[in-house]
């Protein structure tokens, strides 16, 4: 028979794990929306300097040769905006389910 006092350090101990959990994506996803806008703001400051040098180009090879960086450096700023953002949101999945991987663990019987 399940005791009274049990059944409401259950329900406390679930509610704790749902708290934490929120707690834990609401501050990931800040986190997340942060990056996105340090990425959003240097690609912006990026693409305005490219813009500026290529206006003062004189020459054909000139621009071909700055579009080949700027193509090259937005290539390279969006592999690794697009790593670090990916880590950020594995990062979010493992910390949300933390908390109620402990509450499974506890009633998941052992082999």
Do not use: C, R, W
């Not at 329900?11 to 934490?20: P, T």
Request: without cysteine; proline residues 2%.
């Amino acid at each position: 028979m399940v005791n009274v006092e049990e059944f409401q350090k259950y329900g406390k101990e679930q509610f704790d794990a749902a708290v934490a959990s929120a707690n834990t994506f609401s501050s990931s996803l800040q986190t997340i929306a942060a990056a996105y806008g340090d990425y959003a703001k240097k690609s912006f400051e990026d693409t305005k300097s490219f813009a500026e040098k290529l206006a003062g180009v004189k020459s054909f090879d000139k621009a071909i040769e700055v579009q080949t960086e700027f193509a090259k450096s937005s290539y390279e700023t969006l592999v690794a905006e697009s790593q670090k953002i990916g880590t950020l949101y594995s990062d979010l999945a493992k910390q949300a389910y933390k908390p109620l991987e402990t509450l499974v663990a506890k009633f998941t019987p052992a082999h």
